[in-house]
């Protein structure tokens, strides 16, 4: 294989494929690359640091090898609640049976069970509902003591040892980030992972407290999945550098009709305040043991493209399923088919969110507009901290925007981002030497020929982030 292989994606929408045993070695990797992923995501709610660091070697080995930068996504596992376990390991719940709740921690059985949890004691009230094993089971609390909820059963079914359990109807007053979130958190930073995936935010408070612990080393990518966030959703946005709608706990604990809406806004206002949206979780999941997805699937991942998200997830499809790479290009194929359609450019336009009152947006919007008017082979984004790339594609232009820059930390951040192919760059000192080094990676990247038109925006001063003030339009010599 020669030294440089060249890897440049034909859609804008990227992909997120989750590491697993289905998909740890270097072989299923490079595949899992060549096929389409963008971005690597690692849960944190399996494996062990041990085996998260093997991943994080093996993807760094990998960027090397195409010299293409790869984000890194770790997902922290968050507080998940669960109940205890049981005598016999399972017990049958039978509608309308009451059943305890309660901090004991006696193995339990079809009268009672531990929930080693006292917020959600204390927090409950007559009338709660609290959902076991991913909502299959149902229960509404007739009393609350200091000790223990006395509940009716309204859906039974089969409880196992340590299911989770998800209380929809009330705020808990638990933190985002549990003892092993902030050692897995230490370690993923120390690793120099690029994205914090956090886990069952509630409150704009539990995005700043990562914030804090963070400290700029990675971009806090919060995970809407509690319909608390829904509440204070464009405060928890503002806050966050990347969002994702993470559909597993939140069709757990919305109603299922309001999901797709949910959605809808989570990506409409995420697009709004120019940040990375991704939409996640069960969108090709017959693929976990199919080599082909449903016609649902696919309208899922479609759905995503036309609402504009910046990226779509795998998650078992890629972590534990038979068929990784089949998942990886099917989710490629489904998602430039739909961008290769007048109808999703037609609804991108007229979903576009109107520039925000500043110097900056004013440039990016005319960046836009200028490429359209000339029919730029490309939008050159010169950008320290990713704040220009990210502005280019929140106007979600017809030109493909290269993100050039000199750190490699901003290059790995920006593959989530849509329609963004971030190069590494030499630094430059004057619009001149830009332009020269827009045209020349143009072309060595494949968008740009000689002759062509090509737009470049930069901020002025060179290297500070958040000065994007200049565009120039150029013809490549």
């Known amino acids: 294989m020669p030294s440089r292989v060249k890897i440049r994606r034909r859609r804008r929408t ?3 494929a989750t590491l697993g045993p289905a998909s740890s070695t270097p072989e299923v990797l490079a595949r899992l690359f060549q096929a389409g992923a963008d971005v690597f995501r690692l849960n944190f709610s399996h494996g062990t640091q041990d085996d998260h660091a093997a991943r994080i070697a093996m993807i760094r080995d990998l960027e090397a090898r195409f010299d293409r930068p790869i984000g890194i996504l770790a997902d922290v596992q968050g507080p998940k ?17 009451t059943f305890r709740l309660d901090l004991n921690p006696t193995p339990g059985d079809v009268r009672r069970v531990q929930l080693p949890h006292p917020e959600i004691i204390s927090a409950a009230t007559i009338g709660t509902t609290l959902l076991l094993d991913d909502g299959k089971l149902r229960l509404r609390v007739l009393r609350q003591r200091p000790d223990h909820l006395e509940t009716e ?39 120099g992972v690029d994205y914090i995936g956090l886990s069952f935010v509630q409150r704009p408070e539990d995005v700043e407290e990562a914030r804090a612990i963070v400290a700029g080393r990675a971009w806090i990518m919060t995970k809407i999945e509690k319909p608390q966030a829904l509440e204070n959703l464009e405060d928890i946005i503002r806050l966050s550098d990347a969002v994702m709608v993470a559909r597993g706990d939140l069709g757990v604990e919305l109603p299922p009709e309001e999901v797709p809406l949910a959605q809808k806004r989570i990506v409409r206002i995420a697009r709004q305040l120019g940040r990375p949206v991704v939409v996640a979780t069960q969108m090709l999941e017959s693929m976990i043991s199919s080599p082909a997805p449903t016609r649902a699937e696919a309208s ?77 082979a490309v939008i050159c984004a010169f950008t320290a901290s990713g704040s220009t790339a990210l502005r280019a594609a929140r106007e979600r232009p017809e030109a493909p925007i290269l993100g050039m820059t ?42 740009a020929a000689s002759g062509d038109q090509i737009v470049v925006i930069a901020g002025v001063p060179f290297g500070q982030s958040g000065t994007t003030n200049a565009l120039q339009v150029a013809q490549v010599r």
């Open 14 to 16: 990227k992909i997120i």
């Open 406 to 447: 000199t750190s490699i930390q901003t290059a790995r951040r920006t593959s989530v981002v849509w329609g963004v192919h971030a190069v590494m760059a030499a630094e430059v000192h004057s619009m001149t030497e830009t332009v020269a080094k827009a045209s020349k990676t143009a072309v060595a990247e494949g968008f």
């Open 153 to 191: 059963v309204a859906v039974g079914g089969l409880l196992s040892d340590r299911k989770g359990v998800n209380v929809p109807d009330i705020m808990l007053p638990i933190p985002a980030l549990t003892a092993k979130d902030r050692s897995d958190l230490a370690f993923a930073l120390e690793h």
């Open 300 to 376: 899922d991942v479609a759905t995503a493209v036309f609402d504009g998200a910046d990226a779509v997830m795998l998650s078992a499809e890629t972590a534990a399923g038979q068929f990784p790479f089949e998942a990886v290009n099917i989710m490629d194929r489904i998602v430039a088919r739909v961008e290769e359609d007048s109808g999703w450019r037609a609804i991108i336009e007229a979903s576009r969110p109107a520039p925000e009152h500043s110097a900056a947006d004013a440039i990016a919007a005319a960046a836009r507009q200028v490429a359209h008017t000339i029919d730029a």
């Open 81 to 97: 609640l669960r109940v205890g376990q049981f005598a016999g390991g399972r017990v049958q719940l039978q509608t309308g049976q």
